[in-house]
């Protein structure tokens, strides 16, 4: 008994002192050298709604993708039908998703049907319907197709949000699918709201393009457009009165060079007026592709555009190798930075809308800490002093237990870096009732055996022994509950259940072991005559 009386202790100590180790840097914030060596740096982290922040809902416009991708499968469509001598005319993409063509030859229909089995497998022919000389055809993604490139797209915008989130310094962030087409954001601790949702909003979709210097800006501008030409704007501004302008280009439709190309991008300091710019490096296909793009297009101009901007239209003054580039546009030093951020994270696969936002202020969250706490410690104090008055010296003891289920709770947080919410908390009050609900059935079943007359060490024995199948049904019971919490629960409900499910098997632990240790500690070795309890 003494021996397993001591592994029992050893093993008491050794989660006590674990619990320390990981709490420490919570509750000290200057610890001594050399020991802030050996210790670890997190501390508890606070959800958004205990520290403040931003709560974000986006829907990725996955239909937009898909018109996206469609748009540039129908250019690539033209080339290949010209090269296979597909005879057509008037192939342009309709509004509804959808490629419409005229083939001026019937035979050519099987011609298409080969090229889009061989080249493009994700089309497929809709409808076709017969014109008095040409047969009307109209191409659409397969159903199974477009909804995998739904999917795909999704994940895609997912990961570039958290590339991007990552690279702005935020700690802790909660990047999270909620659906088919949408994902919740929550940023705790940020500074700059308005900063951030810029930063994941942004498409960031850069390319590369011609200036159409052939033709006349001021006709297009009328309305007479040239084929395969579009009108994009440049934003400018005045150096000395600092208004800004637009100033509108005349742009060939095809990109020459996409940001799919970047290897890096970085701020840069201009060395004649100290601007910010962003200096931008391909990889070693895009280096290719842009010395040869810049060899092909002597004393052009060469835009480059991002999400639809021109922001800068220098003239190719001779071929550039090494694959570098760079932006320019006014930026401020956070703008460039920010630019920097969404271009090395790559663009998002489609447009981004904020269905839902929410902004959490610091003091919010400090009102918030203070009054969670306050709930905790009233609570606590409560179930204390009634354990203490109904239950005596034993009470002390399930009131000691219950102190090191809280403190036990909060260093398993630390430990594996959970988050800490309002609602989690709640779960942390919660369990304090559950806590000494468990040593409130082990102290009623010794009080019965004691009034057999059975020895204290009998009856404590016996009343453990009987009470632990009932402690653990409930137990158990309670955290299959909460696990299908987290299953199906949202974030402030997850943040609830996993603070449960902590508080459960820390009380599984101080009720049963921890208080069993003290009880048979004093009975082995203070020969007691009378239990109080």
Do not use: C
């Amino acid at each position: 008994m003494i021996q397993s009386l001591k592994i029992r202790v050893a093993i008491f100590l050794t989660v006590a002192l674990g619990t320390l180790y990981f709490l420490l840097p919570t509750f000290v914030s200057n610890i001594p050298a050399p020991w802030d060596k050996y210790l670890p740096k997190d501390k508890i982290h606070l959800g958004l709604d205990l520290q403040g922040g931003s709560h974000l809902v986006l829907e990725i416009d996955t239909a937009k993708a898909l018109e996206t991708m469609l748009e540039r499968m129908s250019a690539e469509l033209k080339e290949t039908l010209m090269d296979n001598k597909v005879r057509f005319r008037n192939l342009e993409k309709t509004a509804d998703t959808a490629i419409v063509l005229e083939l001026t030859e019937a035979a050519d229909k099987s011609v298409l049907e080969n090229v889009l089995r061989d080249h493009y497998p994700d089309l497929e022919i809709a409808s076709t319907s017969p014109r008095q000389d040409s047969q009307l055809v109209t191409l659409k993604f397969n159903e199974r197709r477009a909804h995998e490139l739904k999917k795909l797209t999704m994940e895609h915008s997912l990961e570039t949000i958290r590339n991007r989130v990552d690279q702005f310094g935020i700690t802790e962030p909660e990047i999270v699918p909620q659906g088919e087409d949408r994902i919740l954001i929550q940023l705790p601790g940020i500074k700059d709201p308005e900063r951030a949702k810029n930063l994941i909003g942004k498409t960031a979709l850069l390319e590369f393009k011609l200036v159409d210097d052939e033709n006349s800006l001021e006709e297009a501008l009328r309305g007479n457009i040239p084929d395969g030409d579009i009108i994009a704007y440049g934003l400018r501004a005045d150096r000395t009165t600092g208004e800004r302008g637009s100033t509108p280009y005349l742009l060939k439709n095809k990109a020459l060079l996409t940001g799919a190309s970047l290897e890096t991008a970085k701020v840069q300091i201009s060395d004649r007026f100290g601007e910010p710019s962003v200096s931008l490096k391909f990889n070693s296909q895009g280096a290719a592709d842009f010395e040869r793009i810049t060899g092909e297009n002597v004393r052009k101009r060469l835009a480059i555009v991002l999400d639809g901007v021109v922001h800068s239209a220098p003239v190719i003054q001779e071929r550039i190798a090494g694959g570098h580039a760079q932006i320019t546009g006014n930026f401020t030093l956070d703008e460039a930075r920010d630019l920097a951020i969404v271009l090395r994270a790559g663009a998002l696969p489609a447009p981004v809308n904020i269905l839902e936002e929410r902004t959490v202020g610091p003091s919010l969250g400090s009102d918030s800490i203070r009054q969670g706490i306050m709930a905790t410690i009233i609570g606590s104090v409560f179930v204390i002093l009634f354990m203490i008055l109904y239950y005596r010296l034993s009470g002390a003891v399930a009131d000691l237990a219950l102190i090191l289920n809280i403190f036990l709770v909060l260093g398993i947080l630390a430990a594996f870096r959970a988050t800490l919410t309002l609602p989690g908390i709640a779960g942390l009050l919660l369990t304090v009732g559950v806590a000494v609900d468990a040593n409130i059935l082990i102290f009623e079943r010794i009080r019965e055996e004691l009034r057999t007359g059975k020895t204290i060490r009998l009856a404590v024995e016996t009343g453990y022994s009987r009470a632990f199948l009932t402690i653990i049904d409930t137990h158990v019971t309670g955290i299959v509950a909460a696990a299908f919490l987290i299953m199906f629960g949202t974030g402030p409900i997850k943040g609830f259940a996993v603070t449960t499910i902590i508080g459960l098997l820390a009380s599984l632990f101080t009720a049963i072991f921890v208080t069993r240790i003290i009880f048979d500690y004093v009975i082995w070795n203070f020969n007691i005559k009378k239990l109080s309890i």
